[in-house]
């Protein structure tokens, strides 16, 4: 069964900082991923697709990379709005392990 | 504007069933495969389940295959999860999301606010 694994679990930050966060899948999905952003207490927000589209209205400090088994998120000059948990997700298959554990990028 | 918006959440007892909807405007909801994610208190996402446009296809995840039923109504622009034999591992806030799907599977671009199912054992 396709797994997607994501690391760090958990980063601490600052406002404007650079951070960058990683996604494997267990085996190739060419770039059949997406990021997503979840405050708290809110719904996910799609980011980005196919690994490094940047869906409509996502601001550019968000970027993404990637192909096959690796891939990453980066997100650049972190604003107040970004200390919220981070997703990917494989759409090359449906399956219980589509979305990855999760980042939780906090406050230093 | 694009809206979803799930109701039929609440307290049910192990063993019980209870049914969610989700109502969508905004968009030609009979045009897009539409998908329930679940997230359990603190937890992840976890998929749940796919429908098609014309409910032709239909996937589930192995943890609620034979016990969630997902369908769909195009004239009232209305997705459903009917849910039986209710565990407690079933609490979650559910979700409804629009799907976007490019090869095997879907992405989601619009997402509900969600709503919580808390099964009590």
């Known amino acids: 069964d396709l797994q997607m694994t994501q690391s760090p679990s958990t980063l601490s930050a600052s406002v404007g900082d650079r951070v960058t966060i990683t996604c494997r899948a267990s085996h190739s999905i060419s770039s059949w991923l997406a990021w997503y952003r979840q405050e708290p207490g809110k719904a996910p927000k799609l980011l980005i697709h196919?690994?490094?589209i940047l869906a409509d209205g996502v601001p550019p400090r968000f970027s993404g990379s990637g192909s096959g088994t690796e891939f990453t998120l980066t997100i650049s000059g972190l604003q107040p709005d970004d200390f919220a948990t981070y997703y990917c997700q494989q759409y090359n298959t449906y399956s219980s392990g589509m979305f990855g554990q999760g980042s939780k990028v906090e406050l230093k | 504007e694009v809206l979803l918006v799930e109701s039929g959440g609440g307290l049910v007892k192990s063993g019980g069933s209870l049914r969610l909807s989700c109502a969508a405007s905004?968009?030609?909801?009979?045009?897009?495969?539409m998908n329930w994610v679940r997230q359990a208190p603190g937890k992840g996402l976890e998929w749940v389940s796919f429908?098609?446009?014309?409910?032709?296809?239909?996937y589930y995840a192995e943890s609620v295959k034979g016990r969630f039923t997902i369908s769909r109504d195009n004239a009232k622009n209305s997705l459903y999860l009917q849910m039986s034999s209710l565990r407690a591992d079933d609490t979650a806030v559910y979700y409804c999301?629009?799907?976007?799907?490019?090869?095997?599977?879907?992405?989601?671009?619009?997402w509900g606010q969600g709503s919580l199912v808390t099964v009590s054992s």
């Open positions: 429908i098609s446009t014309s409910s032709t296809y239909i």
């Open positions: 999301a629009r799907g976007l799907t490019i090869v095997g599977a879907a992405y989601f671009d619009h």
């Open positions: 196919k690994a490094s």
């Open positions: 905004g968009f030609a909801f009979s045009t897009y495969g």
